[in-house]
Nanobody
């Protein structure tokens, strides 16, 4: 089995920054792609960013390009999401996810429990 534990959420003012982390454990060799999704209140979960196993390829949602950066440290089995210039509309629960292929295909195979990000205006 694979377990994903995400953390790093919190309260930040508009224009501020946060860095989310997601630690994978268990049969991590099954994870090729790691990524992030978010779900705002009353809305569907949407894709934010993804990174391939070797970090050679990344994908971003158009809405976060230039402001968010995804990275991973395979030695630590951890993926990060650096979020800059945050906007109130980006208040959501952020979920770490893992998939066994690249490019990833829905539905992703593994999910974290989510971490709340609140951006105040």
């Amino acid at each position: 089995q694979v377990q994903l534990v995400d953390s790093g959420g919190g309260l930040v003012q508009a224009g501020g920054s946060l860095r989310l982390s997601c630690a994978a454990s268990g049969r991590t060799y099954r994870i090729y792609t790691m990524g992030w999704f978010r779900q705002a209140p009353g809305k569907e979960r949407v894709f934010v960013a993804a990174i391939s196993q070797t970090s050679s390829s990344t994908i971003y949602a158009d809405s976060v390009k230039g402001r968010f950066t995804i990275s991973r440290d395979n030695a630590k089995n951890t993926v990060y999401l650096q979020m800059n210039s945050l906007k109130p509309a980006e208040t959501a629960v952020y979920y770490c996810a893992g998939d066994s292929s690249w490019p990833p295909s829905a539905p992703w195979d593994y999910w974290g429990q989510g971490t709340q990000v609140t951006v105040s205006s």
